[in-house]
């Protein structure tokens, strides 16, 4: 809504305001940072707790399970 009422008065300085404090806050809220810099990367250790499988391989597993699932439903 801050945008549109920016464009229809490009000259409210108000406006513009209003579009500047929400940009910030999605910014914010869509890119969080981490409180602690000297924290490790998160992910580090992933790769050695579950390895990465192809995905056919994943899809192979469900695929018994979601057809059973729609012989029930029909």
Wanted: proline share 8%; glycine share 4%.
């Amino acid at each position: 809504m801050a945008a549109a009422a920016w464009f229809n008065a490009p000259a409210d300085v108000e406006a513009y305001r209003r579009l500047a404090a929400a940009v910030g806050e999605w910014n914010a809220y869509s890119a969080p940072q981490l409180e602690n810099v000297d924290v490790d990367e998160l992910l580090d250790d992933l790769a050695d707790v579950a390895p990465p499988t192809p995905l056919g391989e994943g899809v192979a597993d469900l695929e018994p399970v979601l057809r059973r699932q729609a012989r029930r439903q029909l």
